[in-house]
Each structure stands twice: as structure tokens, then as C-alpha cells.
């Protein structure tokens, strides 16, 4: 699946019901016939991956606000079927002449409404999941940019010479700059 593309909903009744299958692993979730991906990875970054960093998150951030719209249309047709389920089964106590408490108890405790009941709490912990992936994502984006800008921020007060070149080449420099100290020139 791309990064722009919206991930299919067509998701039976059986994978809704699994909970425990369909979070699978932290880093995962199944929604549909996908498998979608929430890698720690995007969440890394230093000095050196900074830009790398900021071309790949933004990509990752919509395809993430994606699937949390697709888990969200997910719940809601999940918690529509509930409502589906209560209403015919409360319908069917109500034509068989049972009071308002009795429809409403048995419509509650029917075997479809607690399939669909499953079914709406396993979609609610896959929108809750990819929400919480996309406020990391988000947050570790804000902290990229406050080091992208403390960095600028060094580099306009001790110059941009500070990061560039190895290691090995400052330790040269210094060690230059003090032997000119430690030996004066011969007067001649």
C-alpha cells in the first residue's frame, strides 16, 4: 500500500471479533486485509539523521492520519451494527409483548449485540493505538524541529566550521594552534 493511500475497510465480522489477533504486536495492527505498520523508527533521530529524519516523517504522518481516518470509519460502521443488533433484537422482544426493561435486557444479553459489542471495542483499541502512534510521531516531529533550531542557533554563534570535518582534523587544529603557544618562533 502507498503512503497516500487509504487502507481498505473491508474487514469480516470474524477478524473484528478477534481482539487479541487483530492488535497483534505493539508495532502492529490489522485493518482489513492489511497489515499497517506503526515502526518505532520514525520516532529516531540525531544531529547527523536530521534531514534524512524530516524527509521521510512527513510522509509517514499522513499515511498514519490515514489509517486513523479509516479506524474511525471503522468504529463508527462497527458501532452502527451494535445499534443495528440492540434495535432488532429489542424490535423482536417488543412484537412478542415483553416490556420496555425485558426487550431491554434481552437485546443486551443477545449473542449479535455481544458480537457487535466485541467488534466495536476491537476497533476503538485499533483507533486508539494509530492515535497514540500519531501523537508520537507528531511530538517527536516538534522535538526535530526545536533541535533543528538549536543547532542553527550554534552554528550562527560558534560557526558552521563546527560541523564539518572528522574528528580527527579538529584534534589536528588544536593541537596546531597550541604548539604555537607552547613553541615560539626562533628569533634570528
Not at 504522518?61 to 490515514?66: E, L, P, Q
Not at 432488532?88 to 437485546?107: P, V
Amino acid at each position: 500500500m502507498s503512503e497516500n493511500e487509504t487502507p481498505n475497510l473491508e474487514i469480516s465480522k470474524e477478524e473484528a471479533l478477534i481482539t487479541d489477533n487483530s492488535l497483534l504486536e505493539d508495532n502492529k495492527i490489522k485493518l482489513g486485509n492489511q497489515t499497517v505498520h506503526l515502526d518505532p523508527q520514525y520516532l529516531h533521530f540525531n544531529e547527523r539523521t536530521l534531514n534524512e529524519y524530516f524527509e521521510k516523517v512527513g510522509a509517514q504522518i499522513s499515511y498514519i492520519g490515514n489509517v486513523l481516518r479509516a479506524c474511525q470509519s471503522l468504529r463508527v460502521m462497527r458501532e452502527d451494527e451494535m445499534k443495528d443488533a440492540y434495535d432488532d433484537a429489542f424490535g423482536y422482544w417488543k412484537e412478542q409483548g415483553k416490556s420496555d426493561k425485558w426487550a431491554e435486557s434481552n437485546a443486551r444479553s443477545s449473542d449479535k449485540y455481544r458480537e457487535a459489542r466485541k467488534a466495536v471495542r476491537a476497533a476503538f483499541d485499533r483507533q486508539q493505538k494509530v492515535q497514540r502512534y500519531l501523537d508520537a510521531l507528531n511530538a517527536a516531529n516538534s522535538n526535530a524541529h526545536n533541535l533543528g533550531h538549536m543547532l542553527r542557533k550554534e552554528m550562527d554563534k560558534f560557526g558552521q566550521d563546527i560541523y564539518s570535518g572528522t574528528l580527527e582534523d579538529k584534534v589536528n587544529a588544536i593541537v596546531k594552534d597550541a604548539s604555537a603557544y607552547t613553541n615560539p618562533p626562533s628569533q634570528e
